[in-house]
């Protein structure tokens, strides 16, 4: 197959009858997981229908939401997704998708400020080197279960001594102690 030039950074997706996936950019067949994870680092791409060229991203998109929504827990609820329906064929369904959009961007806006919010909150702080540590331990414990024996377990760190460690609870208790006179202070 012959590489095809992404356009203004967009990678060229073509789909074939036999419901395959070629990434052009990387000359390479791919899945709709691929696509997903493409979508969660923000790359952008166009899935073409390869024998005609038709655009087909919405409903490839509408594909990997559906295979999410199959995996277990679901984030569309049964009421959105009947008022989302009941919308189809409505004088206001040109609007919809405009809204939509709009609102998934304040959403990703607040969601973004509230986790800078809290990274700030606990910045220079003992949480900050447990949140620190905990992270680590996610990831290692996340890579061991995306592929098993993949992951090397993190060398054990060596135990604190107790005046170490007595230290760290009083500072995190003073901490504590701060954030819940700050969070009264803001509800009042």
Do not use: C, W
């Not at 203004?8 to 073509?14: A, L, P, R, T």
């Not at 790359?43 to 990997?64: C, G, P, S, W, Y």
């Not at 400020?113 to 606990?122: I, R, T, Y």
């Not at 993190?154 to 701060?178: N, V, W, Y």
């Amino acid at each position: 197959m012959k590489k095809q030039p992404a356009a203004d950074g967009i990678v060229i997706i073509k789909k074939y009858a036999n419901r395959r996936l070629y990434n052009t950019e990387t000359s390479s067949y791919i899945t709709l997981e691929h696509l997903a994870a493409m979508t969660r680092e923000g790359r952008e791409f166009k899935v073409l229908d390869a024998k005609t060229d038709e655009d087909i991203t919405h409903n490839v998109l509408t594909q990997i939401i559906m295979e999410e929504e199959s995996r277990g827990e679901t984030m569309l609820p049964v009421k959105f997704l009947r008022q989302l329906i009941a919308m189809y064929g409505d004088s206001m369904q040109a609007m919809v998708p405009g809204y939509l959009e709009a609102s998934m961007d304040s959403f990703r806006r607040n969601h973004d400020q509230f986790k800078s919010a809290v990274e700030g909150a606990f910045a220079n702080s003992p949480f900050a080197e447990i949140a620190k540590r905990n992270m680590a331990m996610f990831e290692t414990a996340t890579q061991a279960f995306a592929t098993p024996g993949a992951a090397e377990p993190a060398a054990a760190e060596a135990p604190k001594p107790a005046a170490t460690q007595d230290d760290e609870i009083a500072a995190l208790r003073d901490e504590l102690a701060s954030l819940k006179d700050k969070v009264e202070k803001l509800s009042h």
